[in-house]
């Protein structure tokens, strides 16, 4: 290793140590070489120390950090094992993860820890295995009530309908019997979650079921600044996520915030229904 680099890292945490942590936060502009040298502090015998190492590294979205991450995964704190989580989940291509059996293993192993964070379960659903279902099963069996979310700006859901979305993901019949219930019949804040992690939803049927919340008008927190008029409404959500999702072709330009006219959203129906199995 570069011992510039070394001596750098080293100045940085002892800093941090003492409550410094602005010398940490300057090691993101080394870039993604620095990445290497942040290992050791992952397994520090200071929490602090170990959470600054990881807010560090999800800055990053080279795929070097995966393995650090992993690590982290496995943290004894709650916290640092769900930053680490979303950092994977929202910075990494998926497909890839799933190429590091030792990812699905230390996600397993975070969710016996207690780690119920949204993008920890989500993940796992990359992982197919007798051991990730029973996995997925026990932490539905024992969440109860418990509810989770997978950013602090987004929809708060109970723990078993995340865990839904994975089993679904791995052909679970009644996980997807539940999606295509809750798509209909769920909460706003349940059926926001479910269009905002439309890429982990595969089953034709959830996704013809989720499709109904292009008639759904009713307004919703996120897509523009809060007390912004006019309020994105969840038939937005629903358009921007299925076109993305799908790729479907449209000759209208979709982003997030934007307000669609009917025509505009009976054209992605349109699609949908000529376009998409049903199963």
């Known amino acids: 290793m570069n011992d510039d680099f070394t001596a750098q890292v080293n100045a940085a945490f002892a800093a941090a140590r003492e409550g410094d942590y602005e010398p940490v936060s300057r090691l993101g502009e080394q870039g993604a070489k620095i990445i290497p040298y942040l290992q050791p502090y992952l397994r520090d015998e200071s929490e602090m120390v170990r959470l600054q190492a990881v807010a560090l590294l999800t800055t990053f979205d080279d795929h070097a950090v995966a393995p650090l991450l992993t690590l982290a995964l496995v943290d004894p704190v709650q916290d ?14 998926p497909l890839k993860l799933a190429e590091r059996p030792e990812l699905g293993e230390a996600l397993r192993a975070s969710l016996d820890q207690g780690n119920d964070a949204a993008a920890a379960i989500l993940l796992l659903g990359y992982y197919p295995g007798e051991s990730t279902s029973a996995a997925l099963q026990a932490l539905s069996e024992r969440a109860g009530d418990a509810q989770t979310e997978l950013a602090a700006w987004t929809p708060v859901v109970p723990v078993a309908l995340v865990a839904a979305v994975s089993q679904s993901r791995l052909g679970d019949q009644a996980a997807r019997q539940r999606l295509m219930q809750v798509s209909v019949e769920g909460s706003l804040a349940e059926r926001e979650f479910l269009l905002s992690v439309l890429r982990e939803i595969d ?4 996704l013809h079921a989720l499709a109904r919340n292009l008639d759904a008008t009713t307004a919703i927190g996120g897509g523009v600044p809060s007390g912004a008029q006019p309020q994105w409404r969840l038939c937005d959500l629903a358009v921007v996520r299925f076109v993305q999702r799908l790729n479907l072709p449209v000759n209208f330009i979709v982003s997030e915030g934007r307000r669609f006219t009917p025509a505009e959203i009976d054209a992605v129906r349109q699609v949908i229904v000529g376009g998409l199995p049903r199963g």
Not at 203 to 206: D, G, K, L, R
């Open 80 to 93: 640092i094992r769900a930053r680490a989580a979303l950092a994977l989940y929202e910075k990494q291509d």
């Open 203 to 206: 089953a034709p049927e959830v």
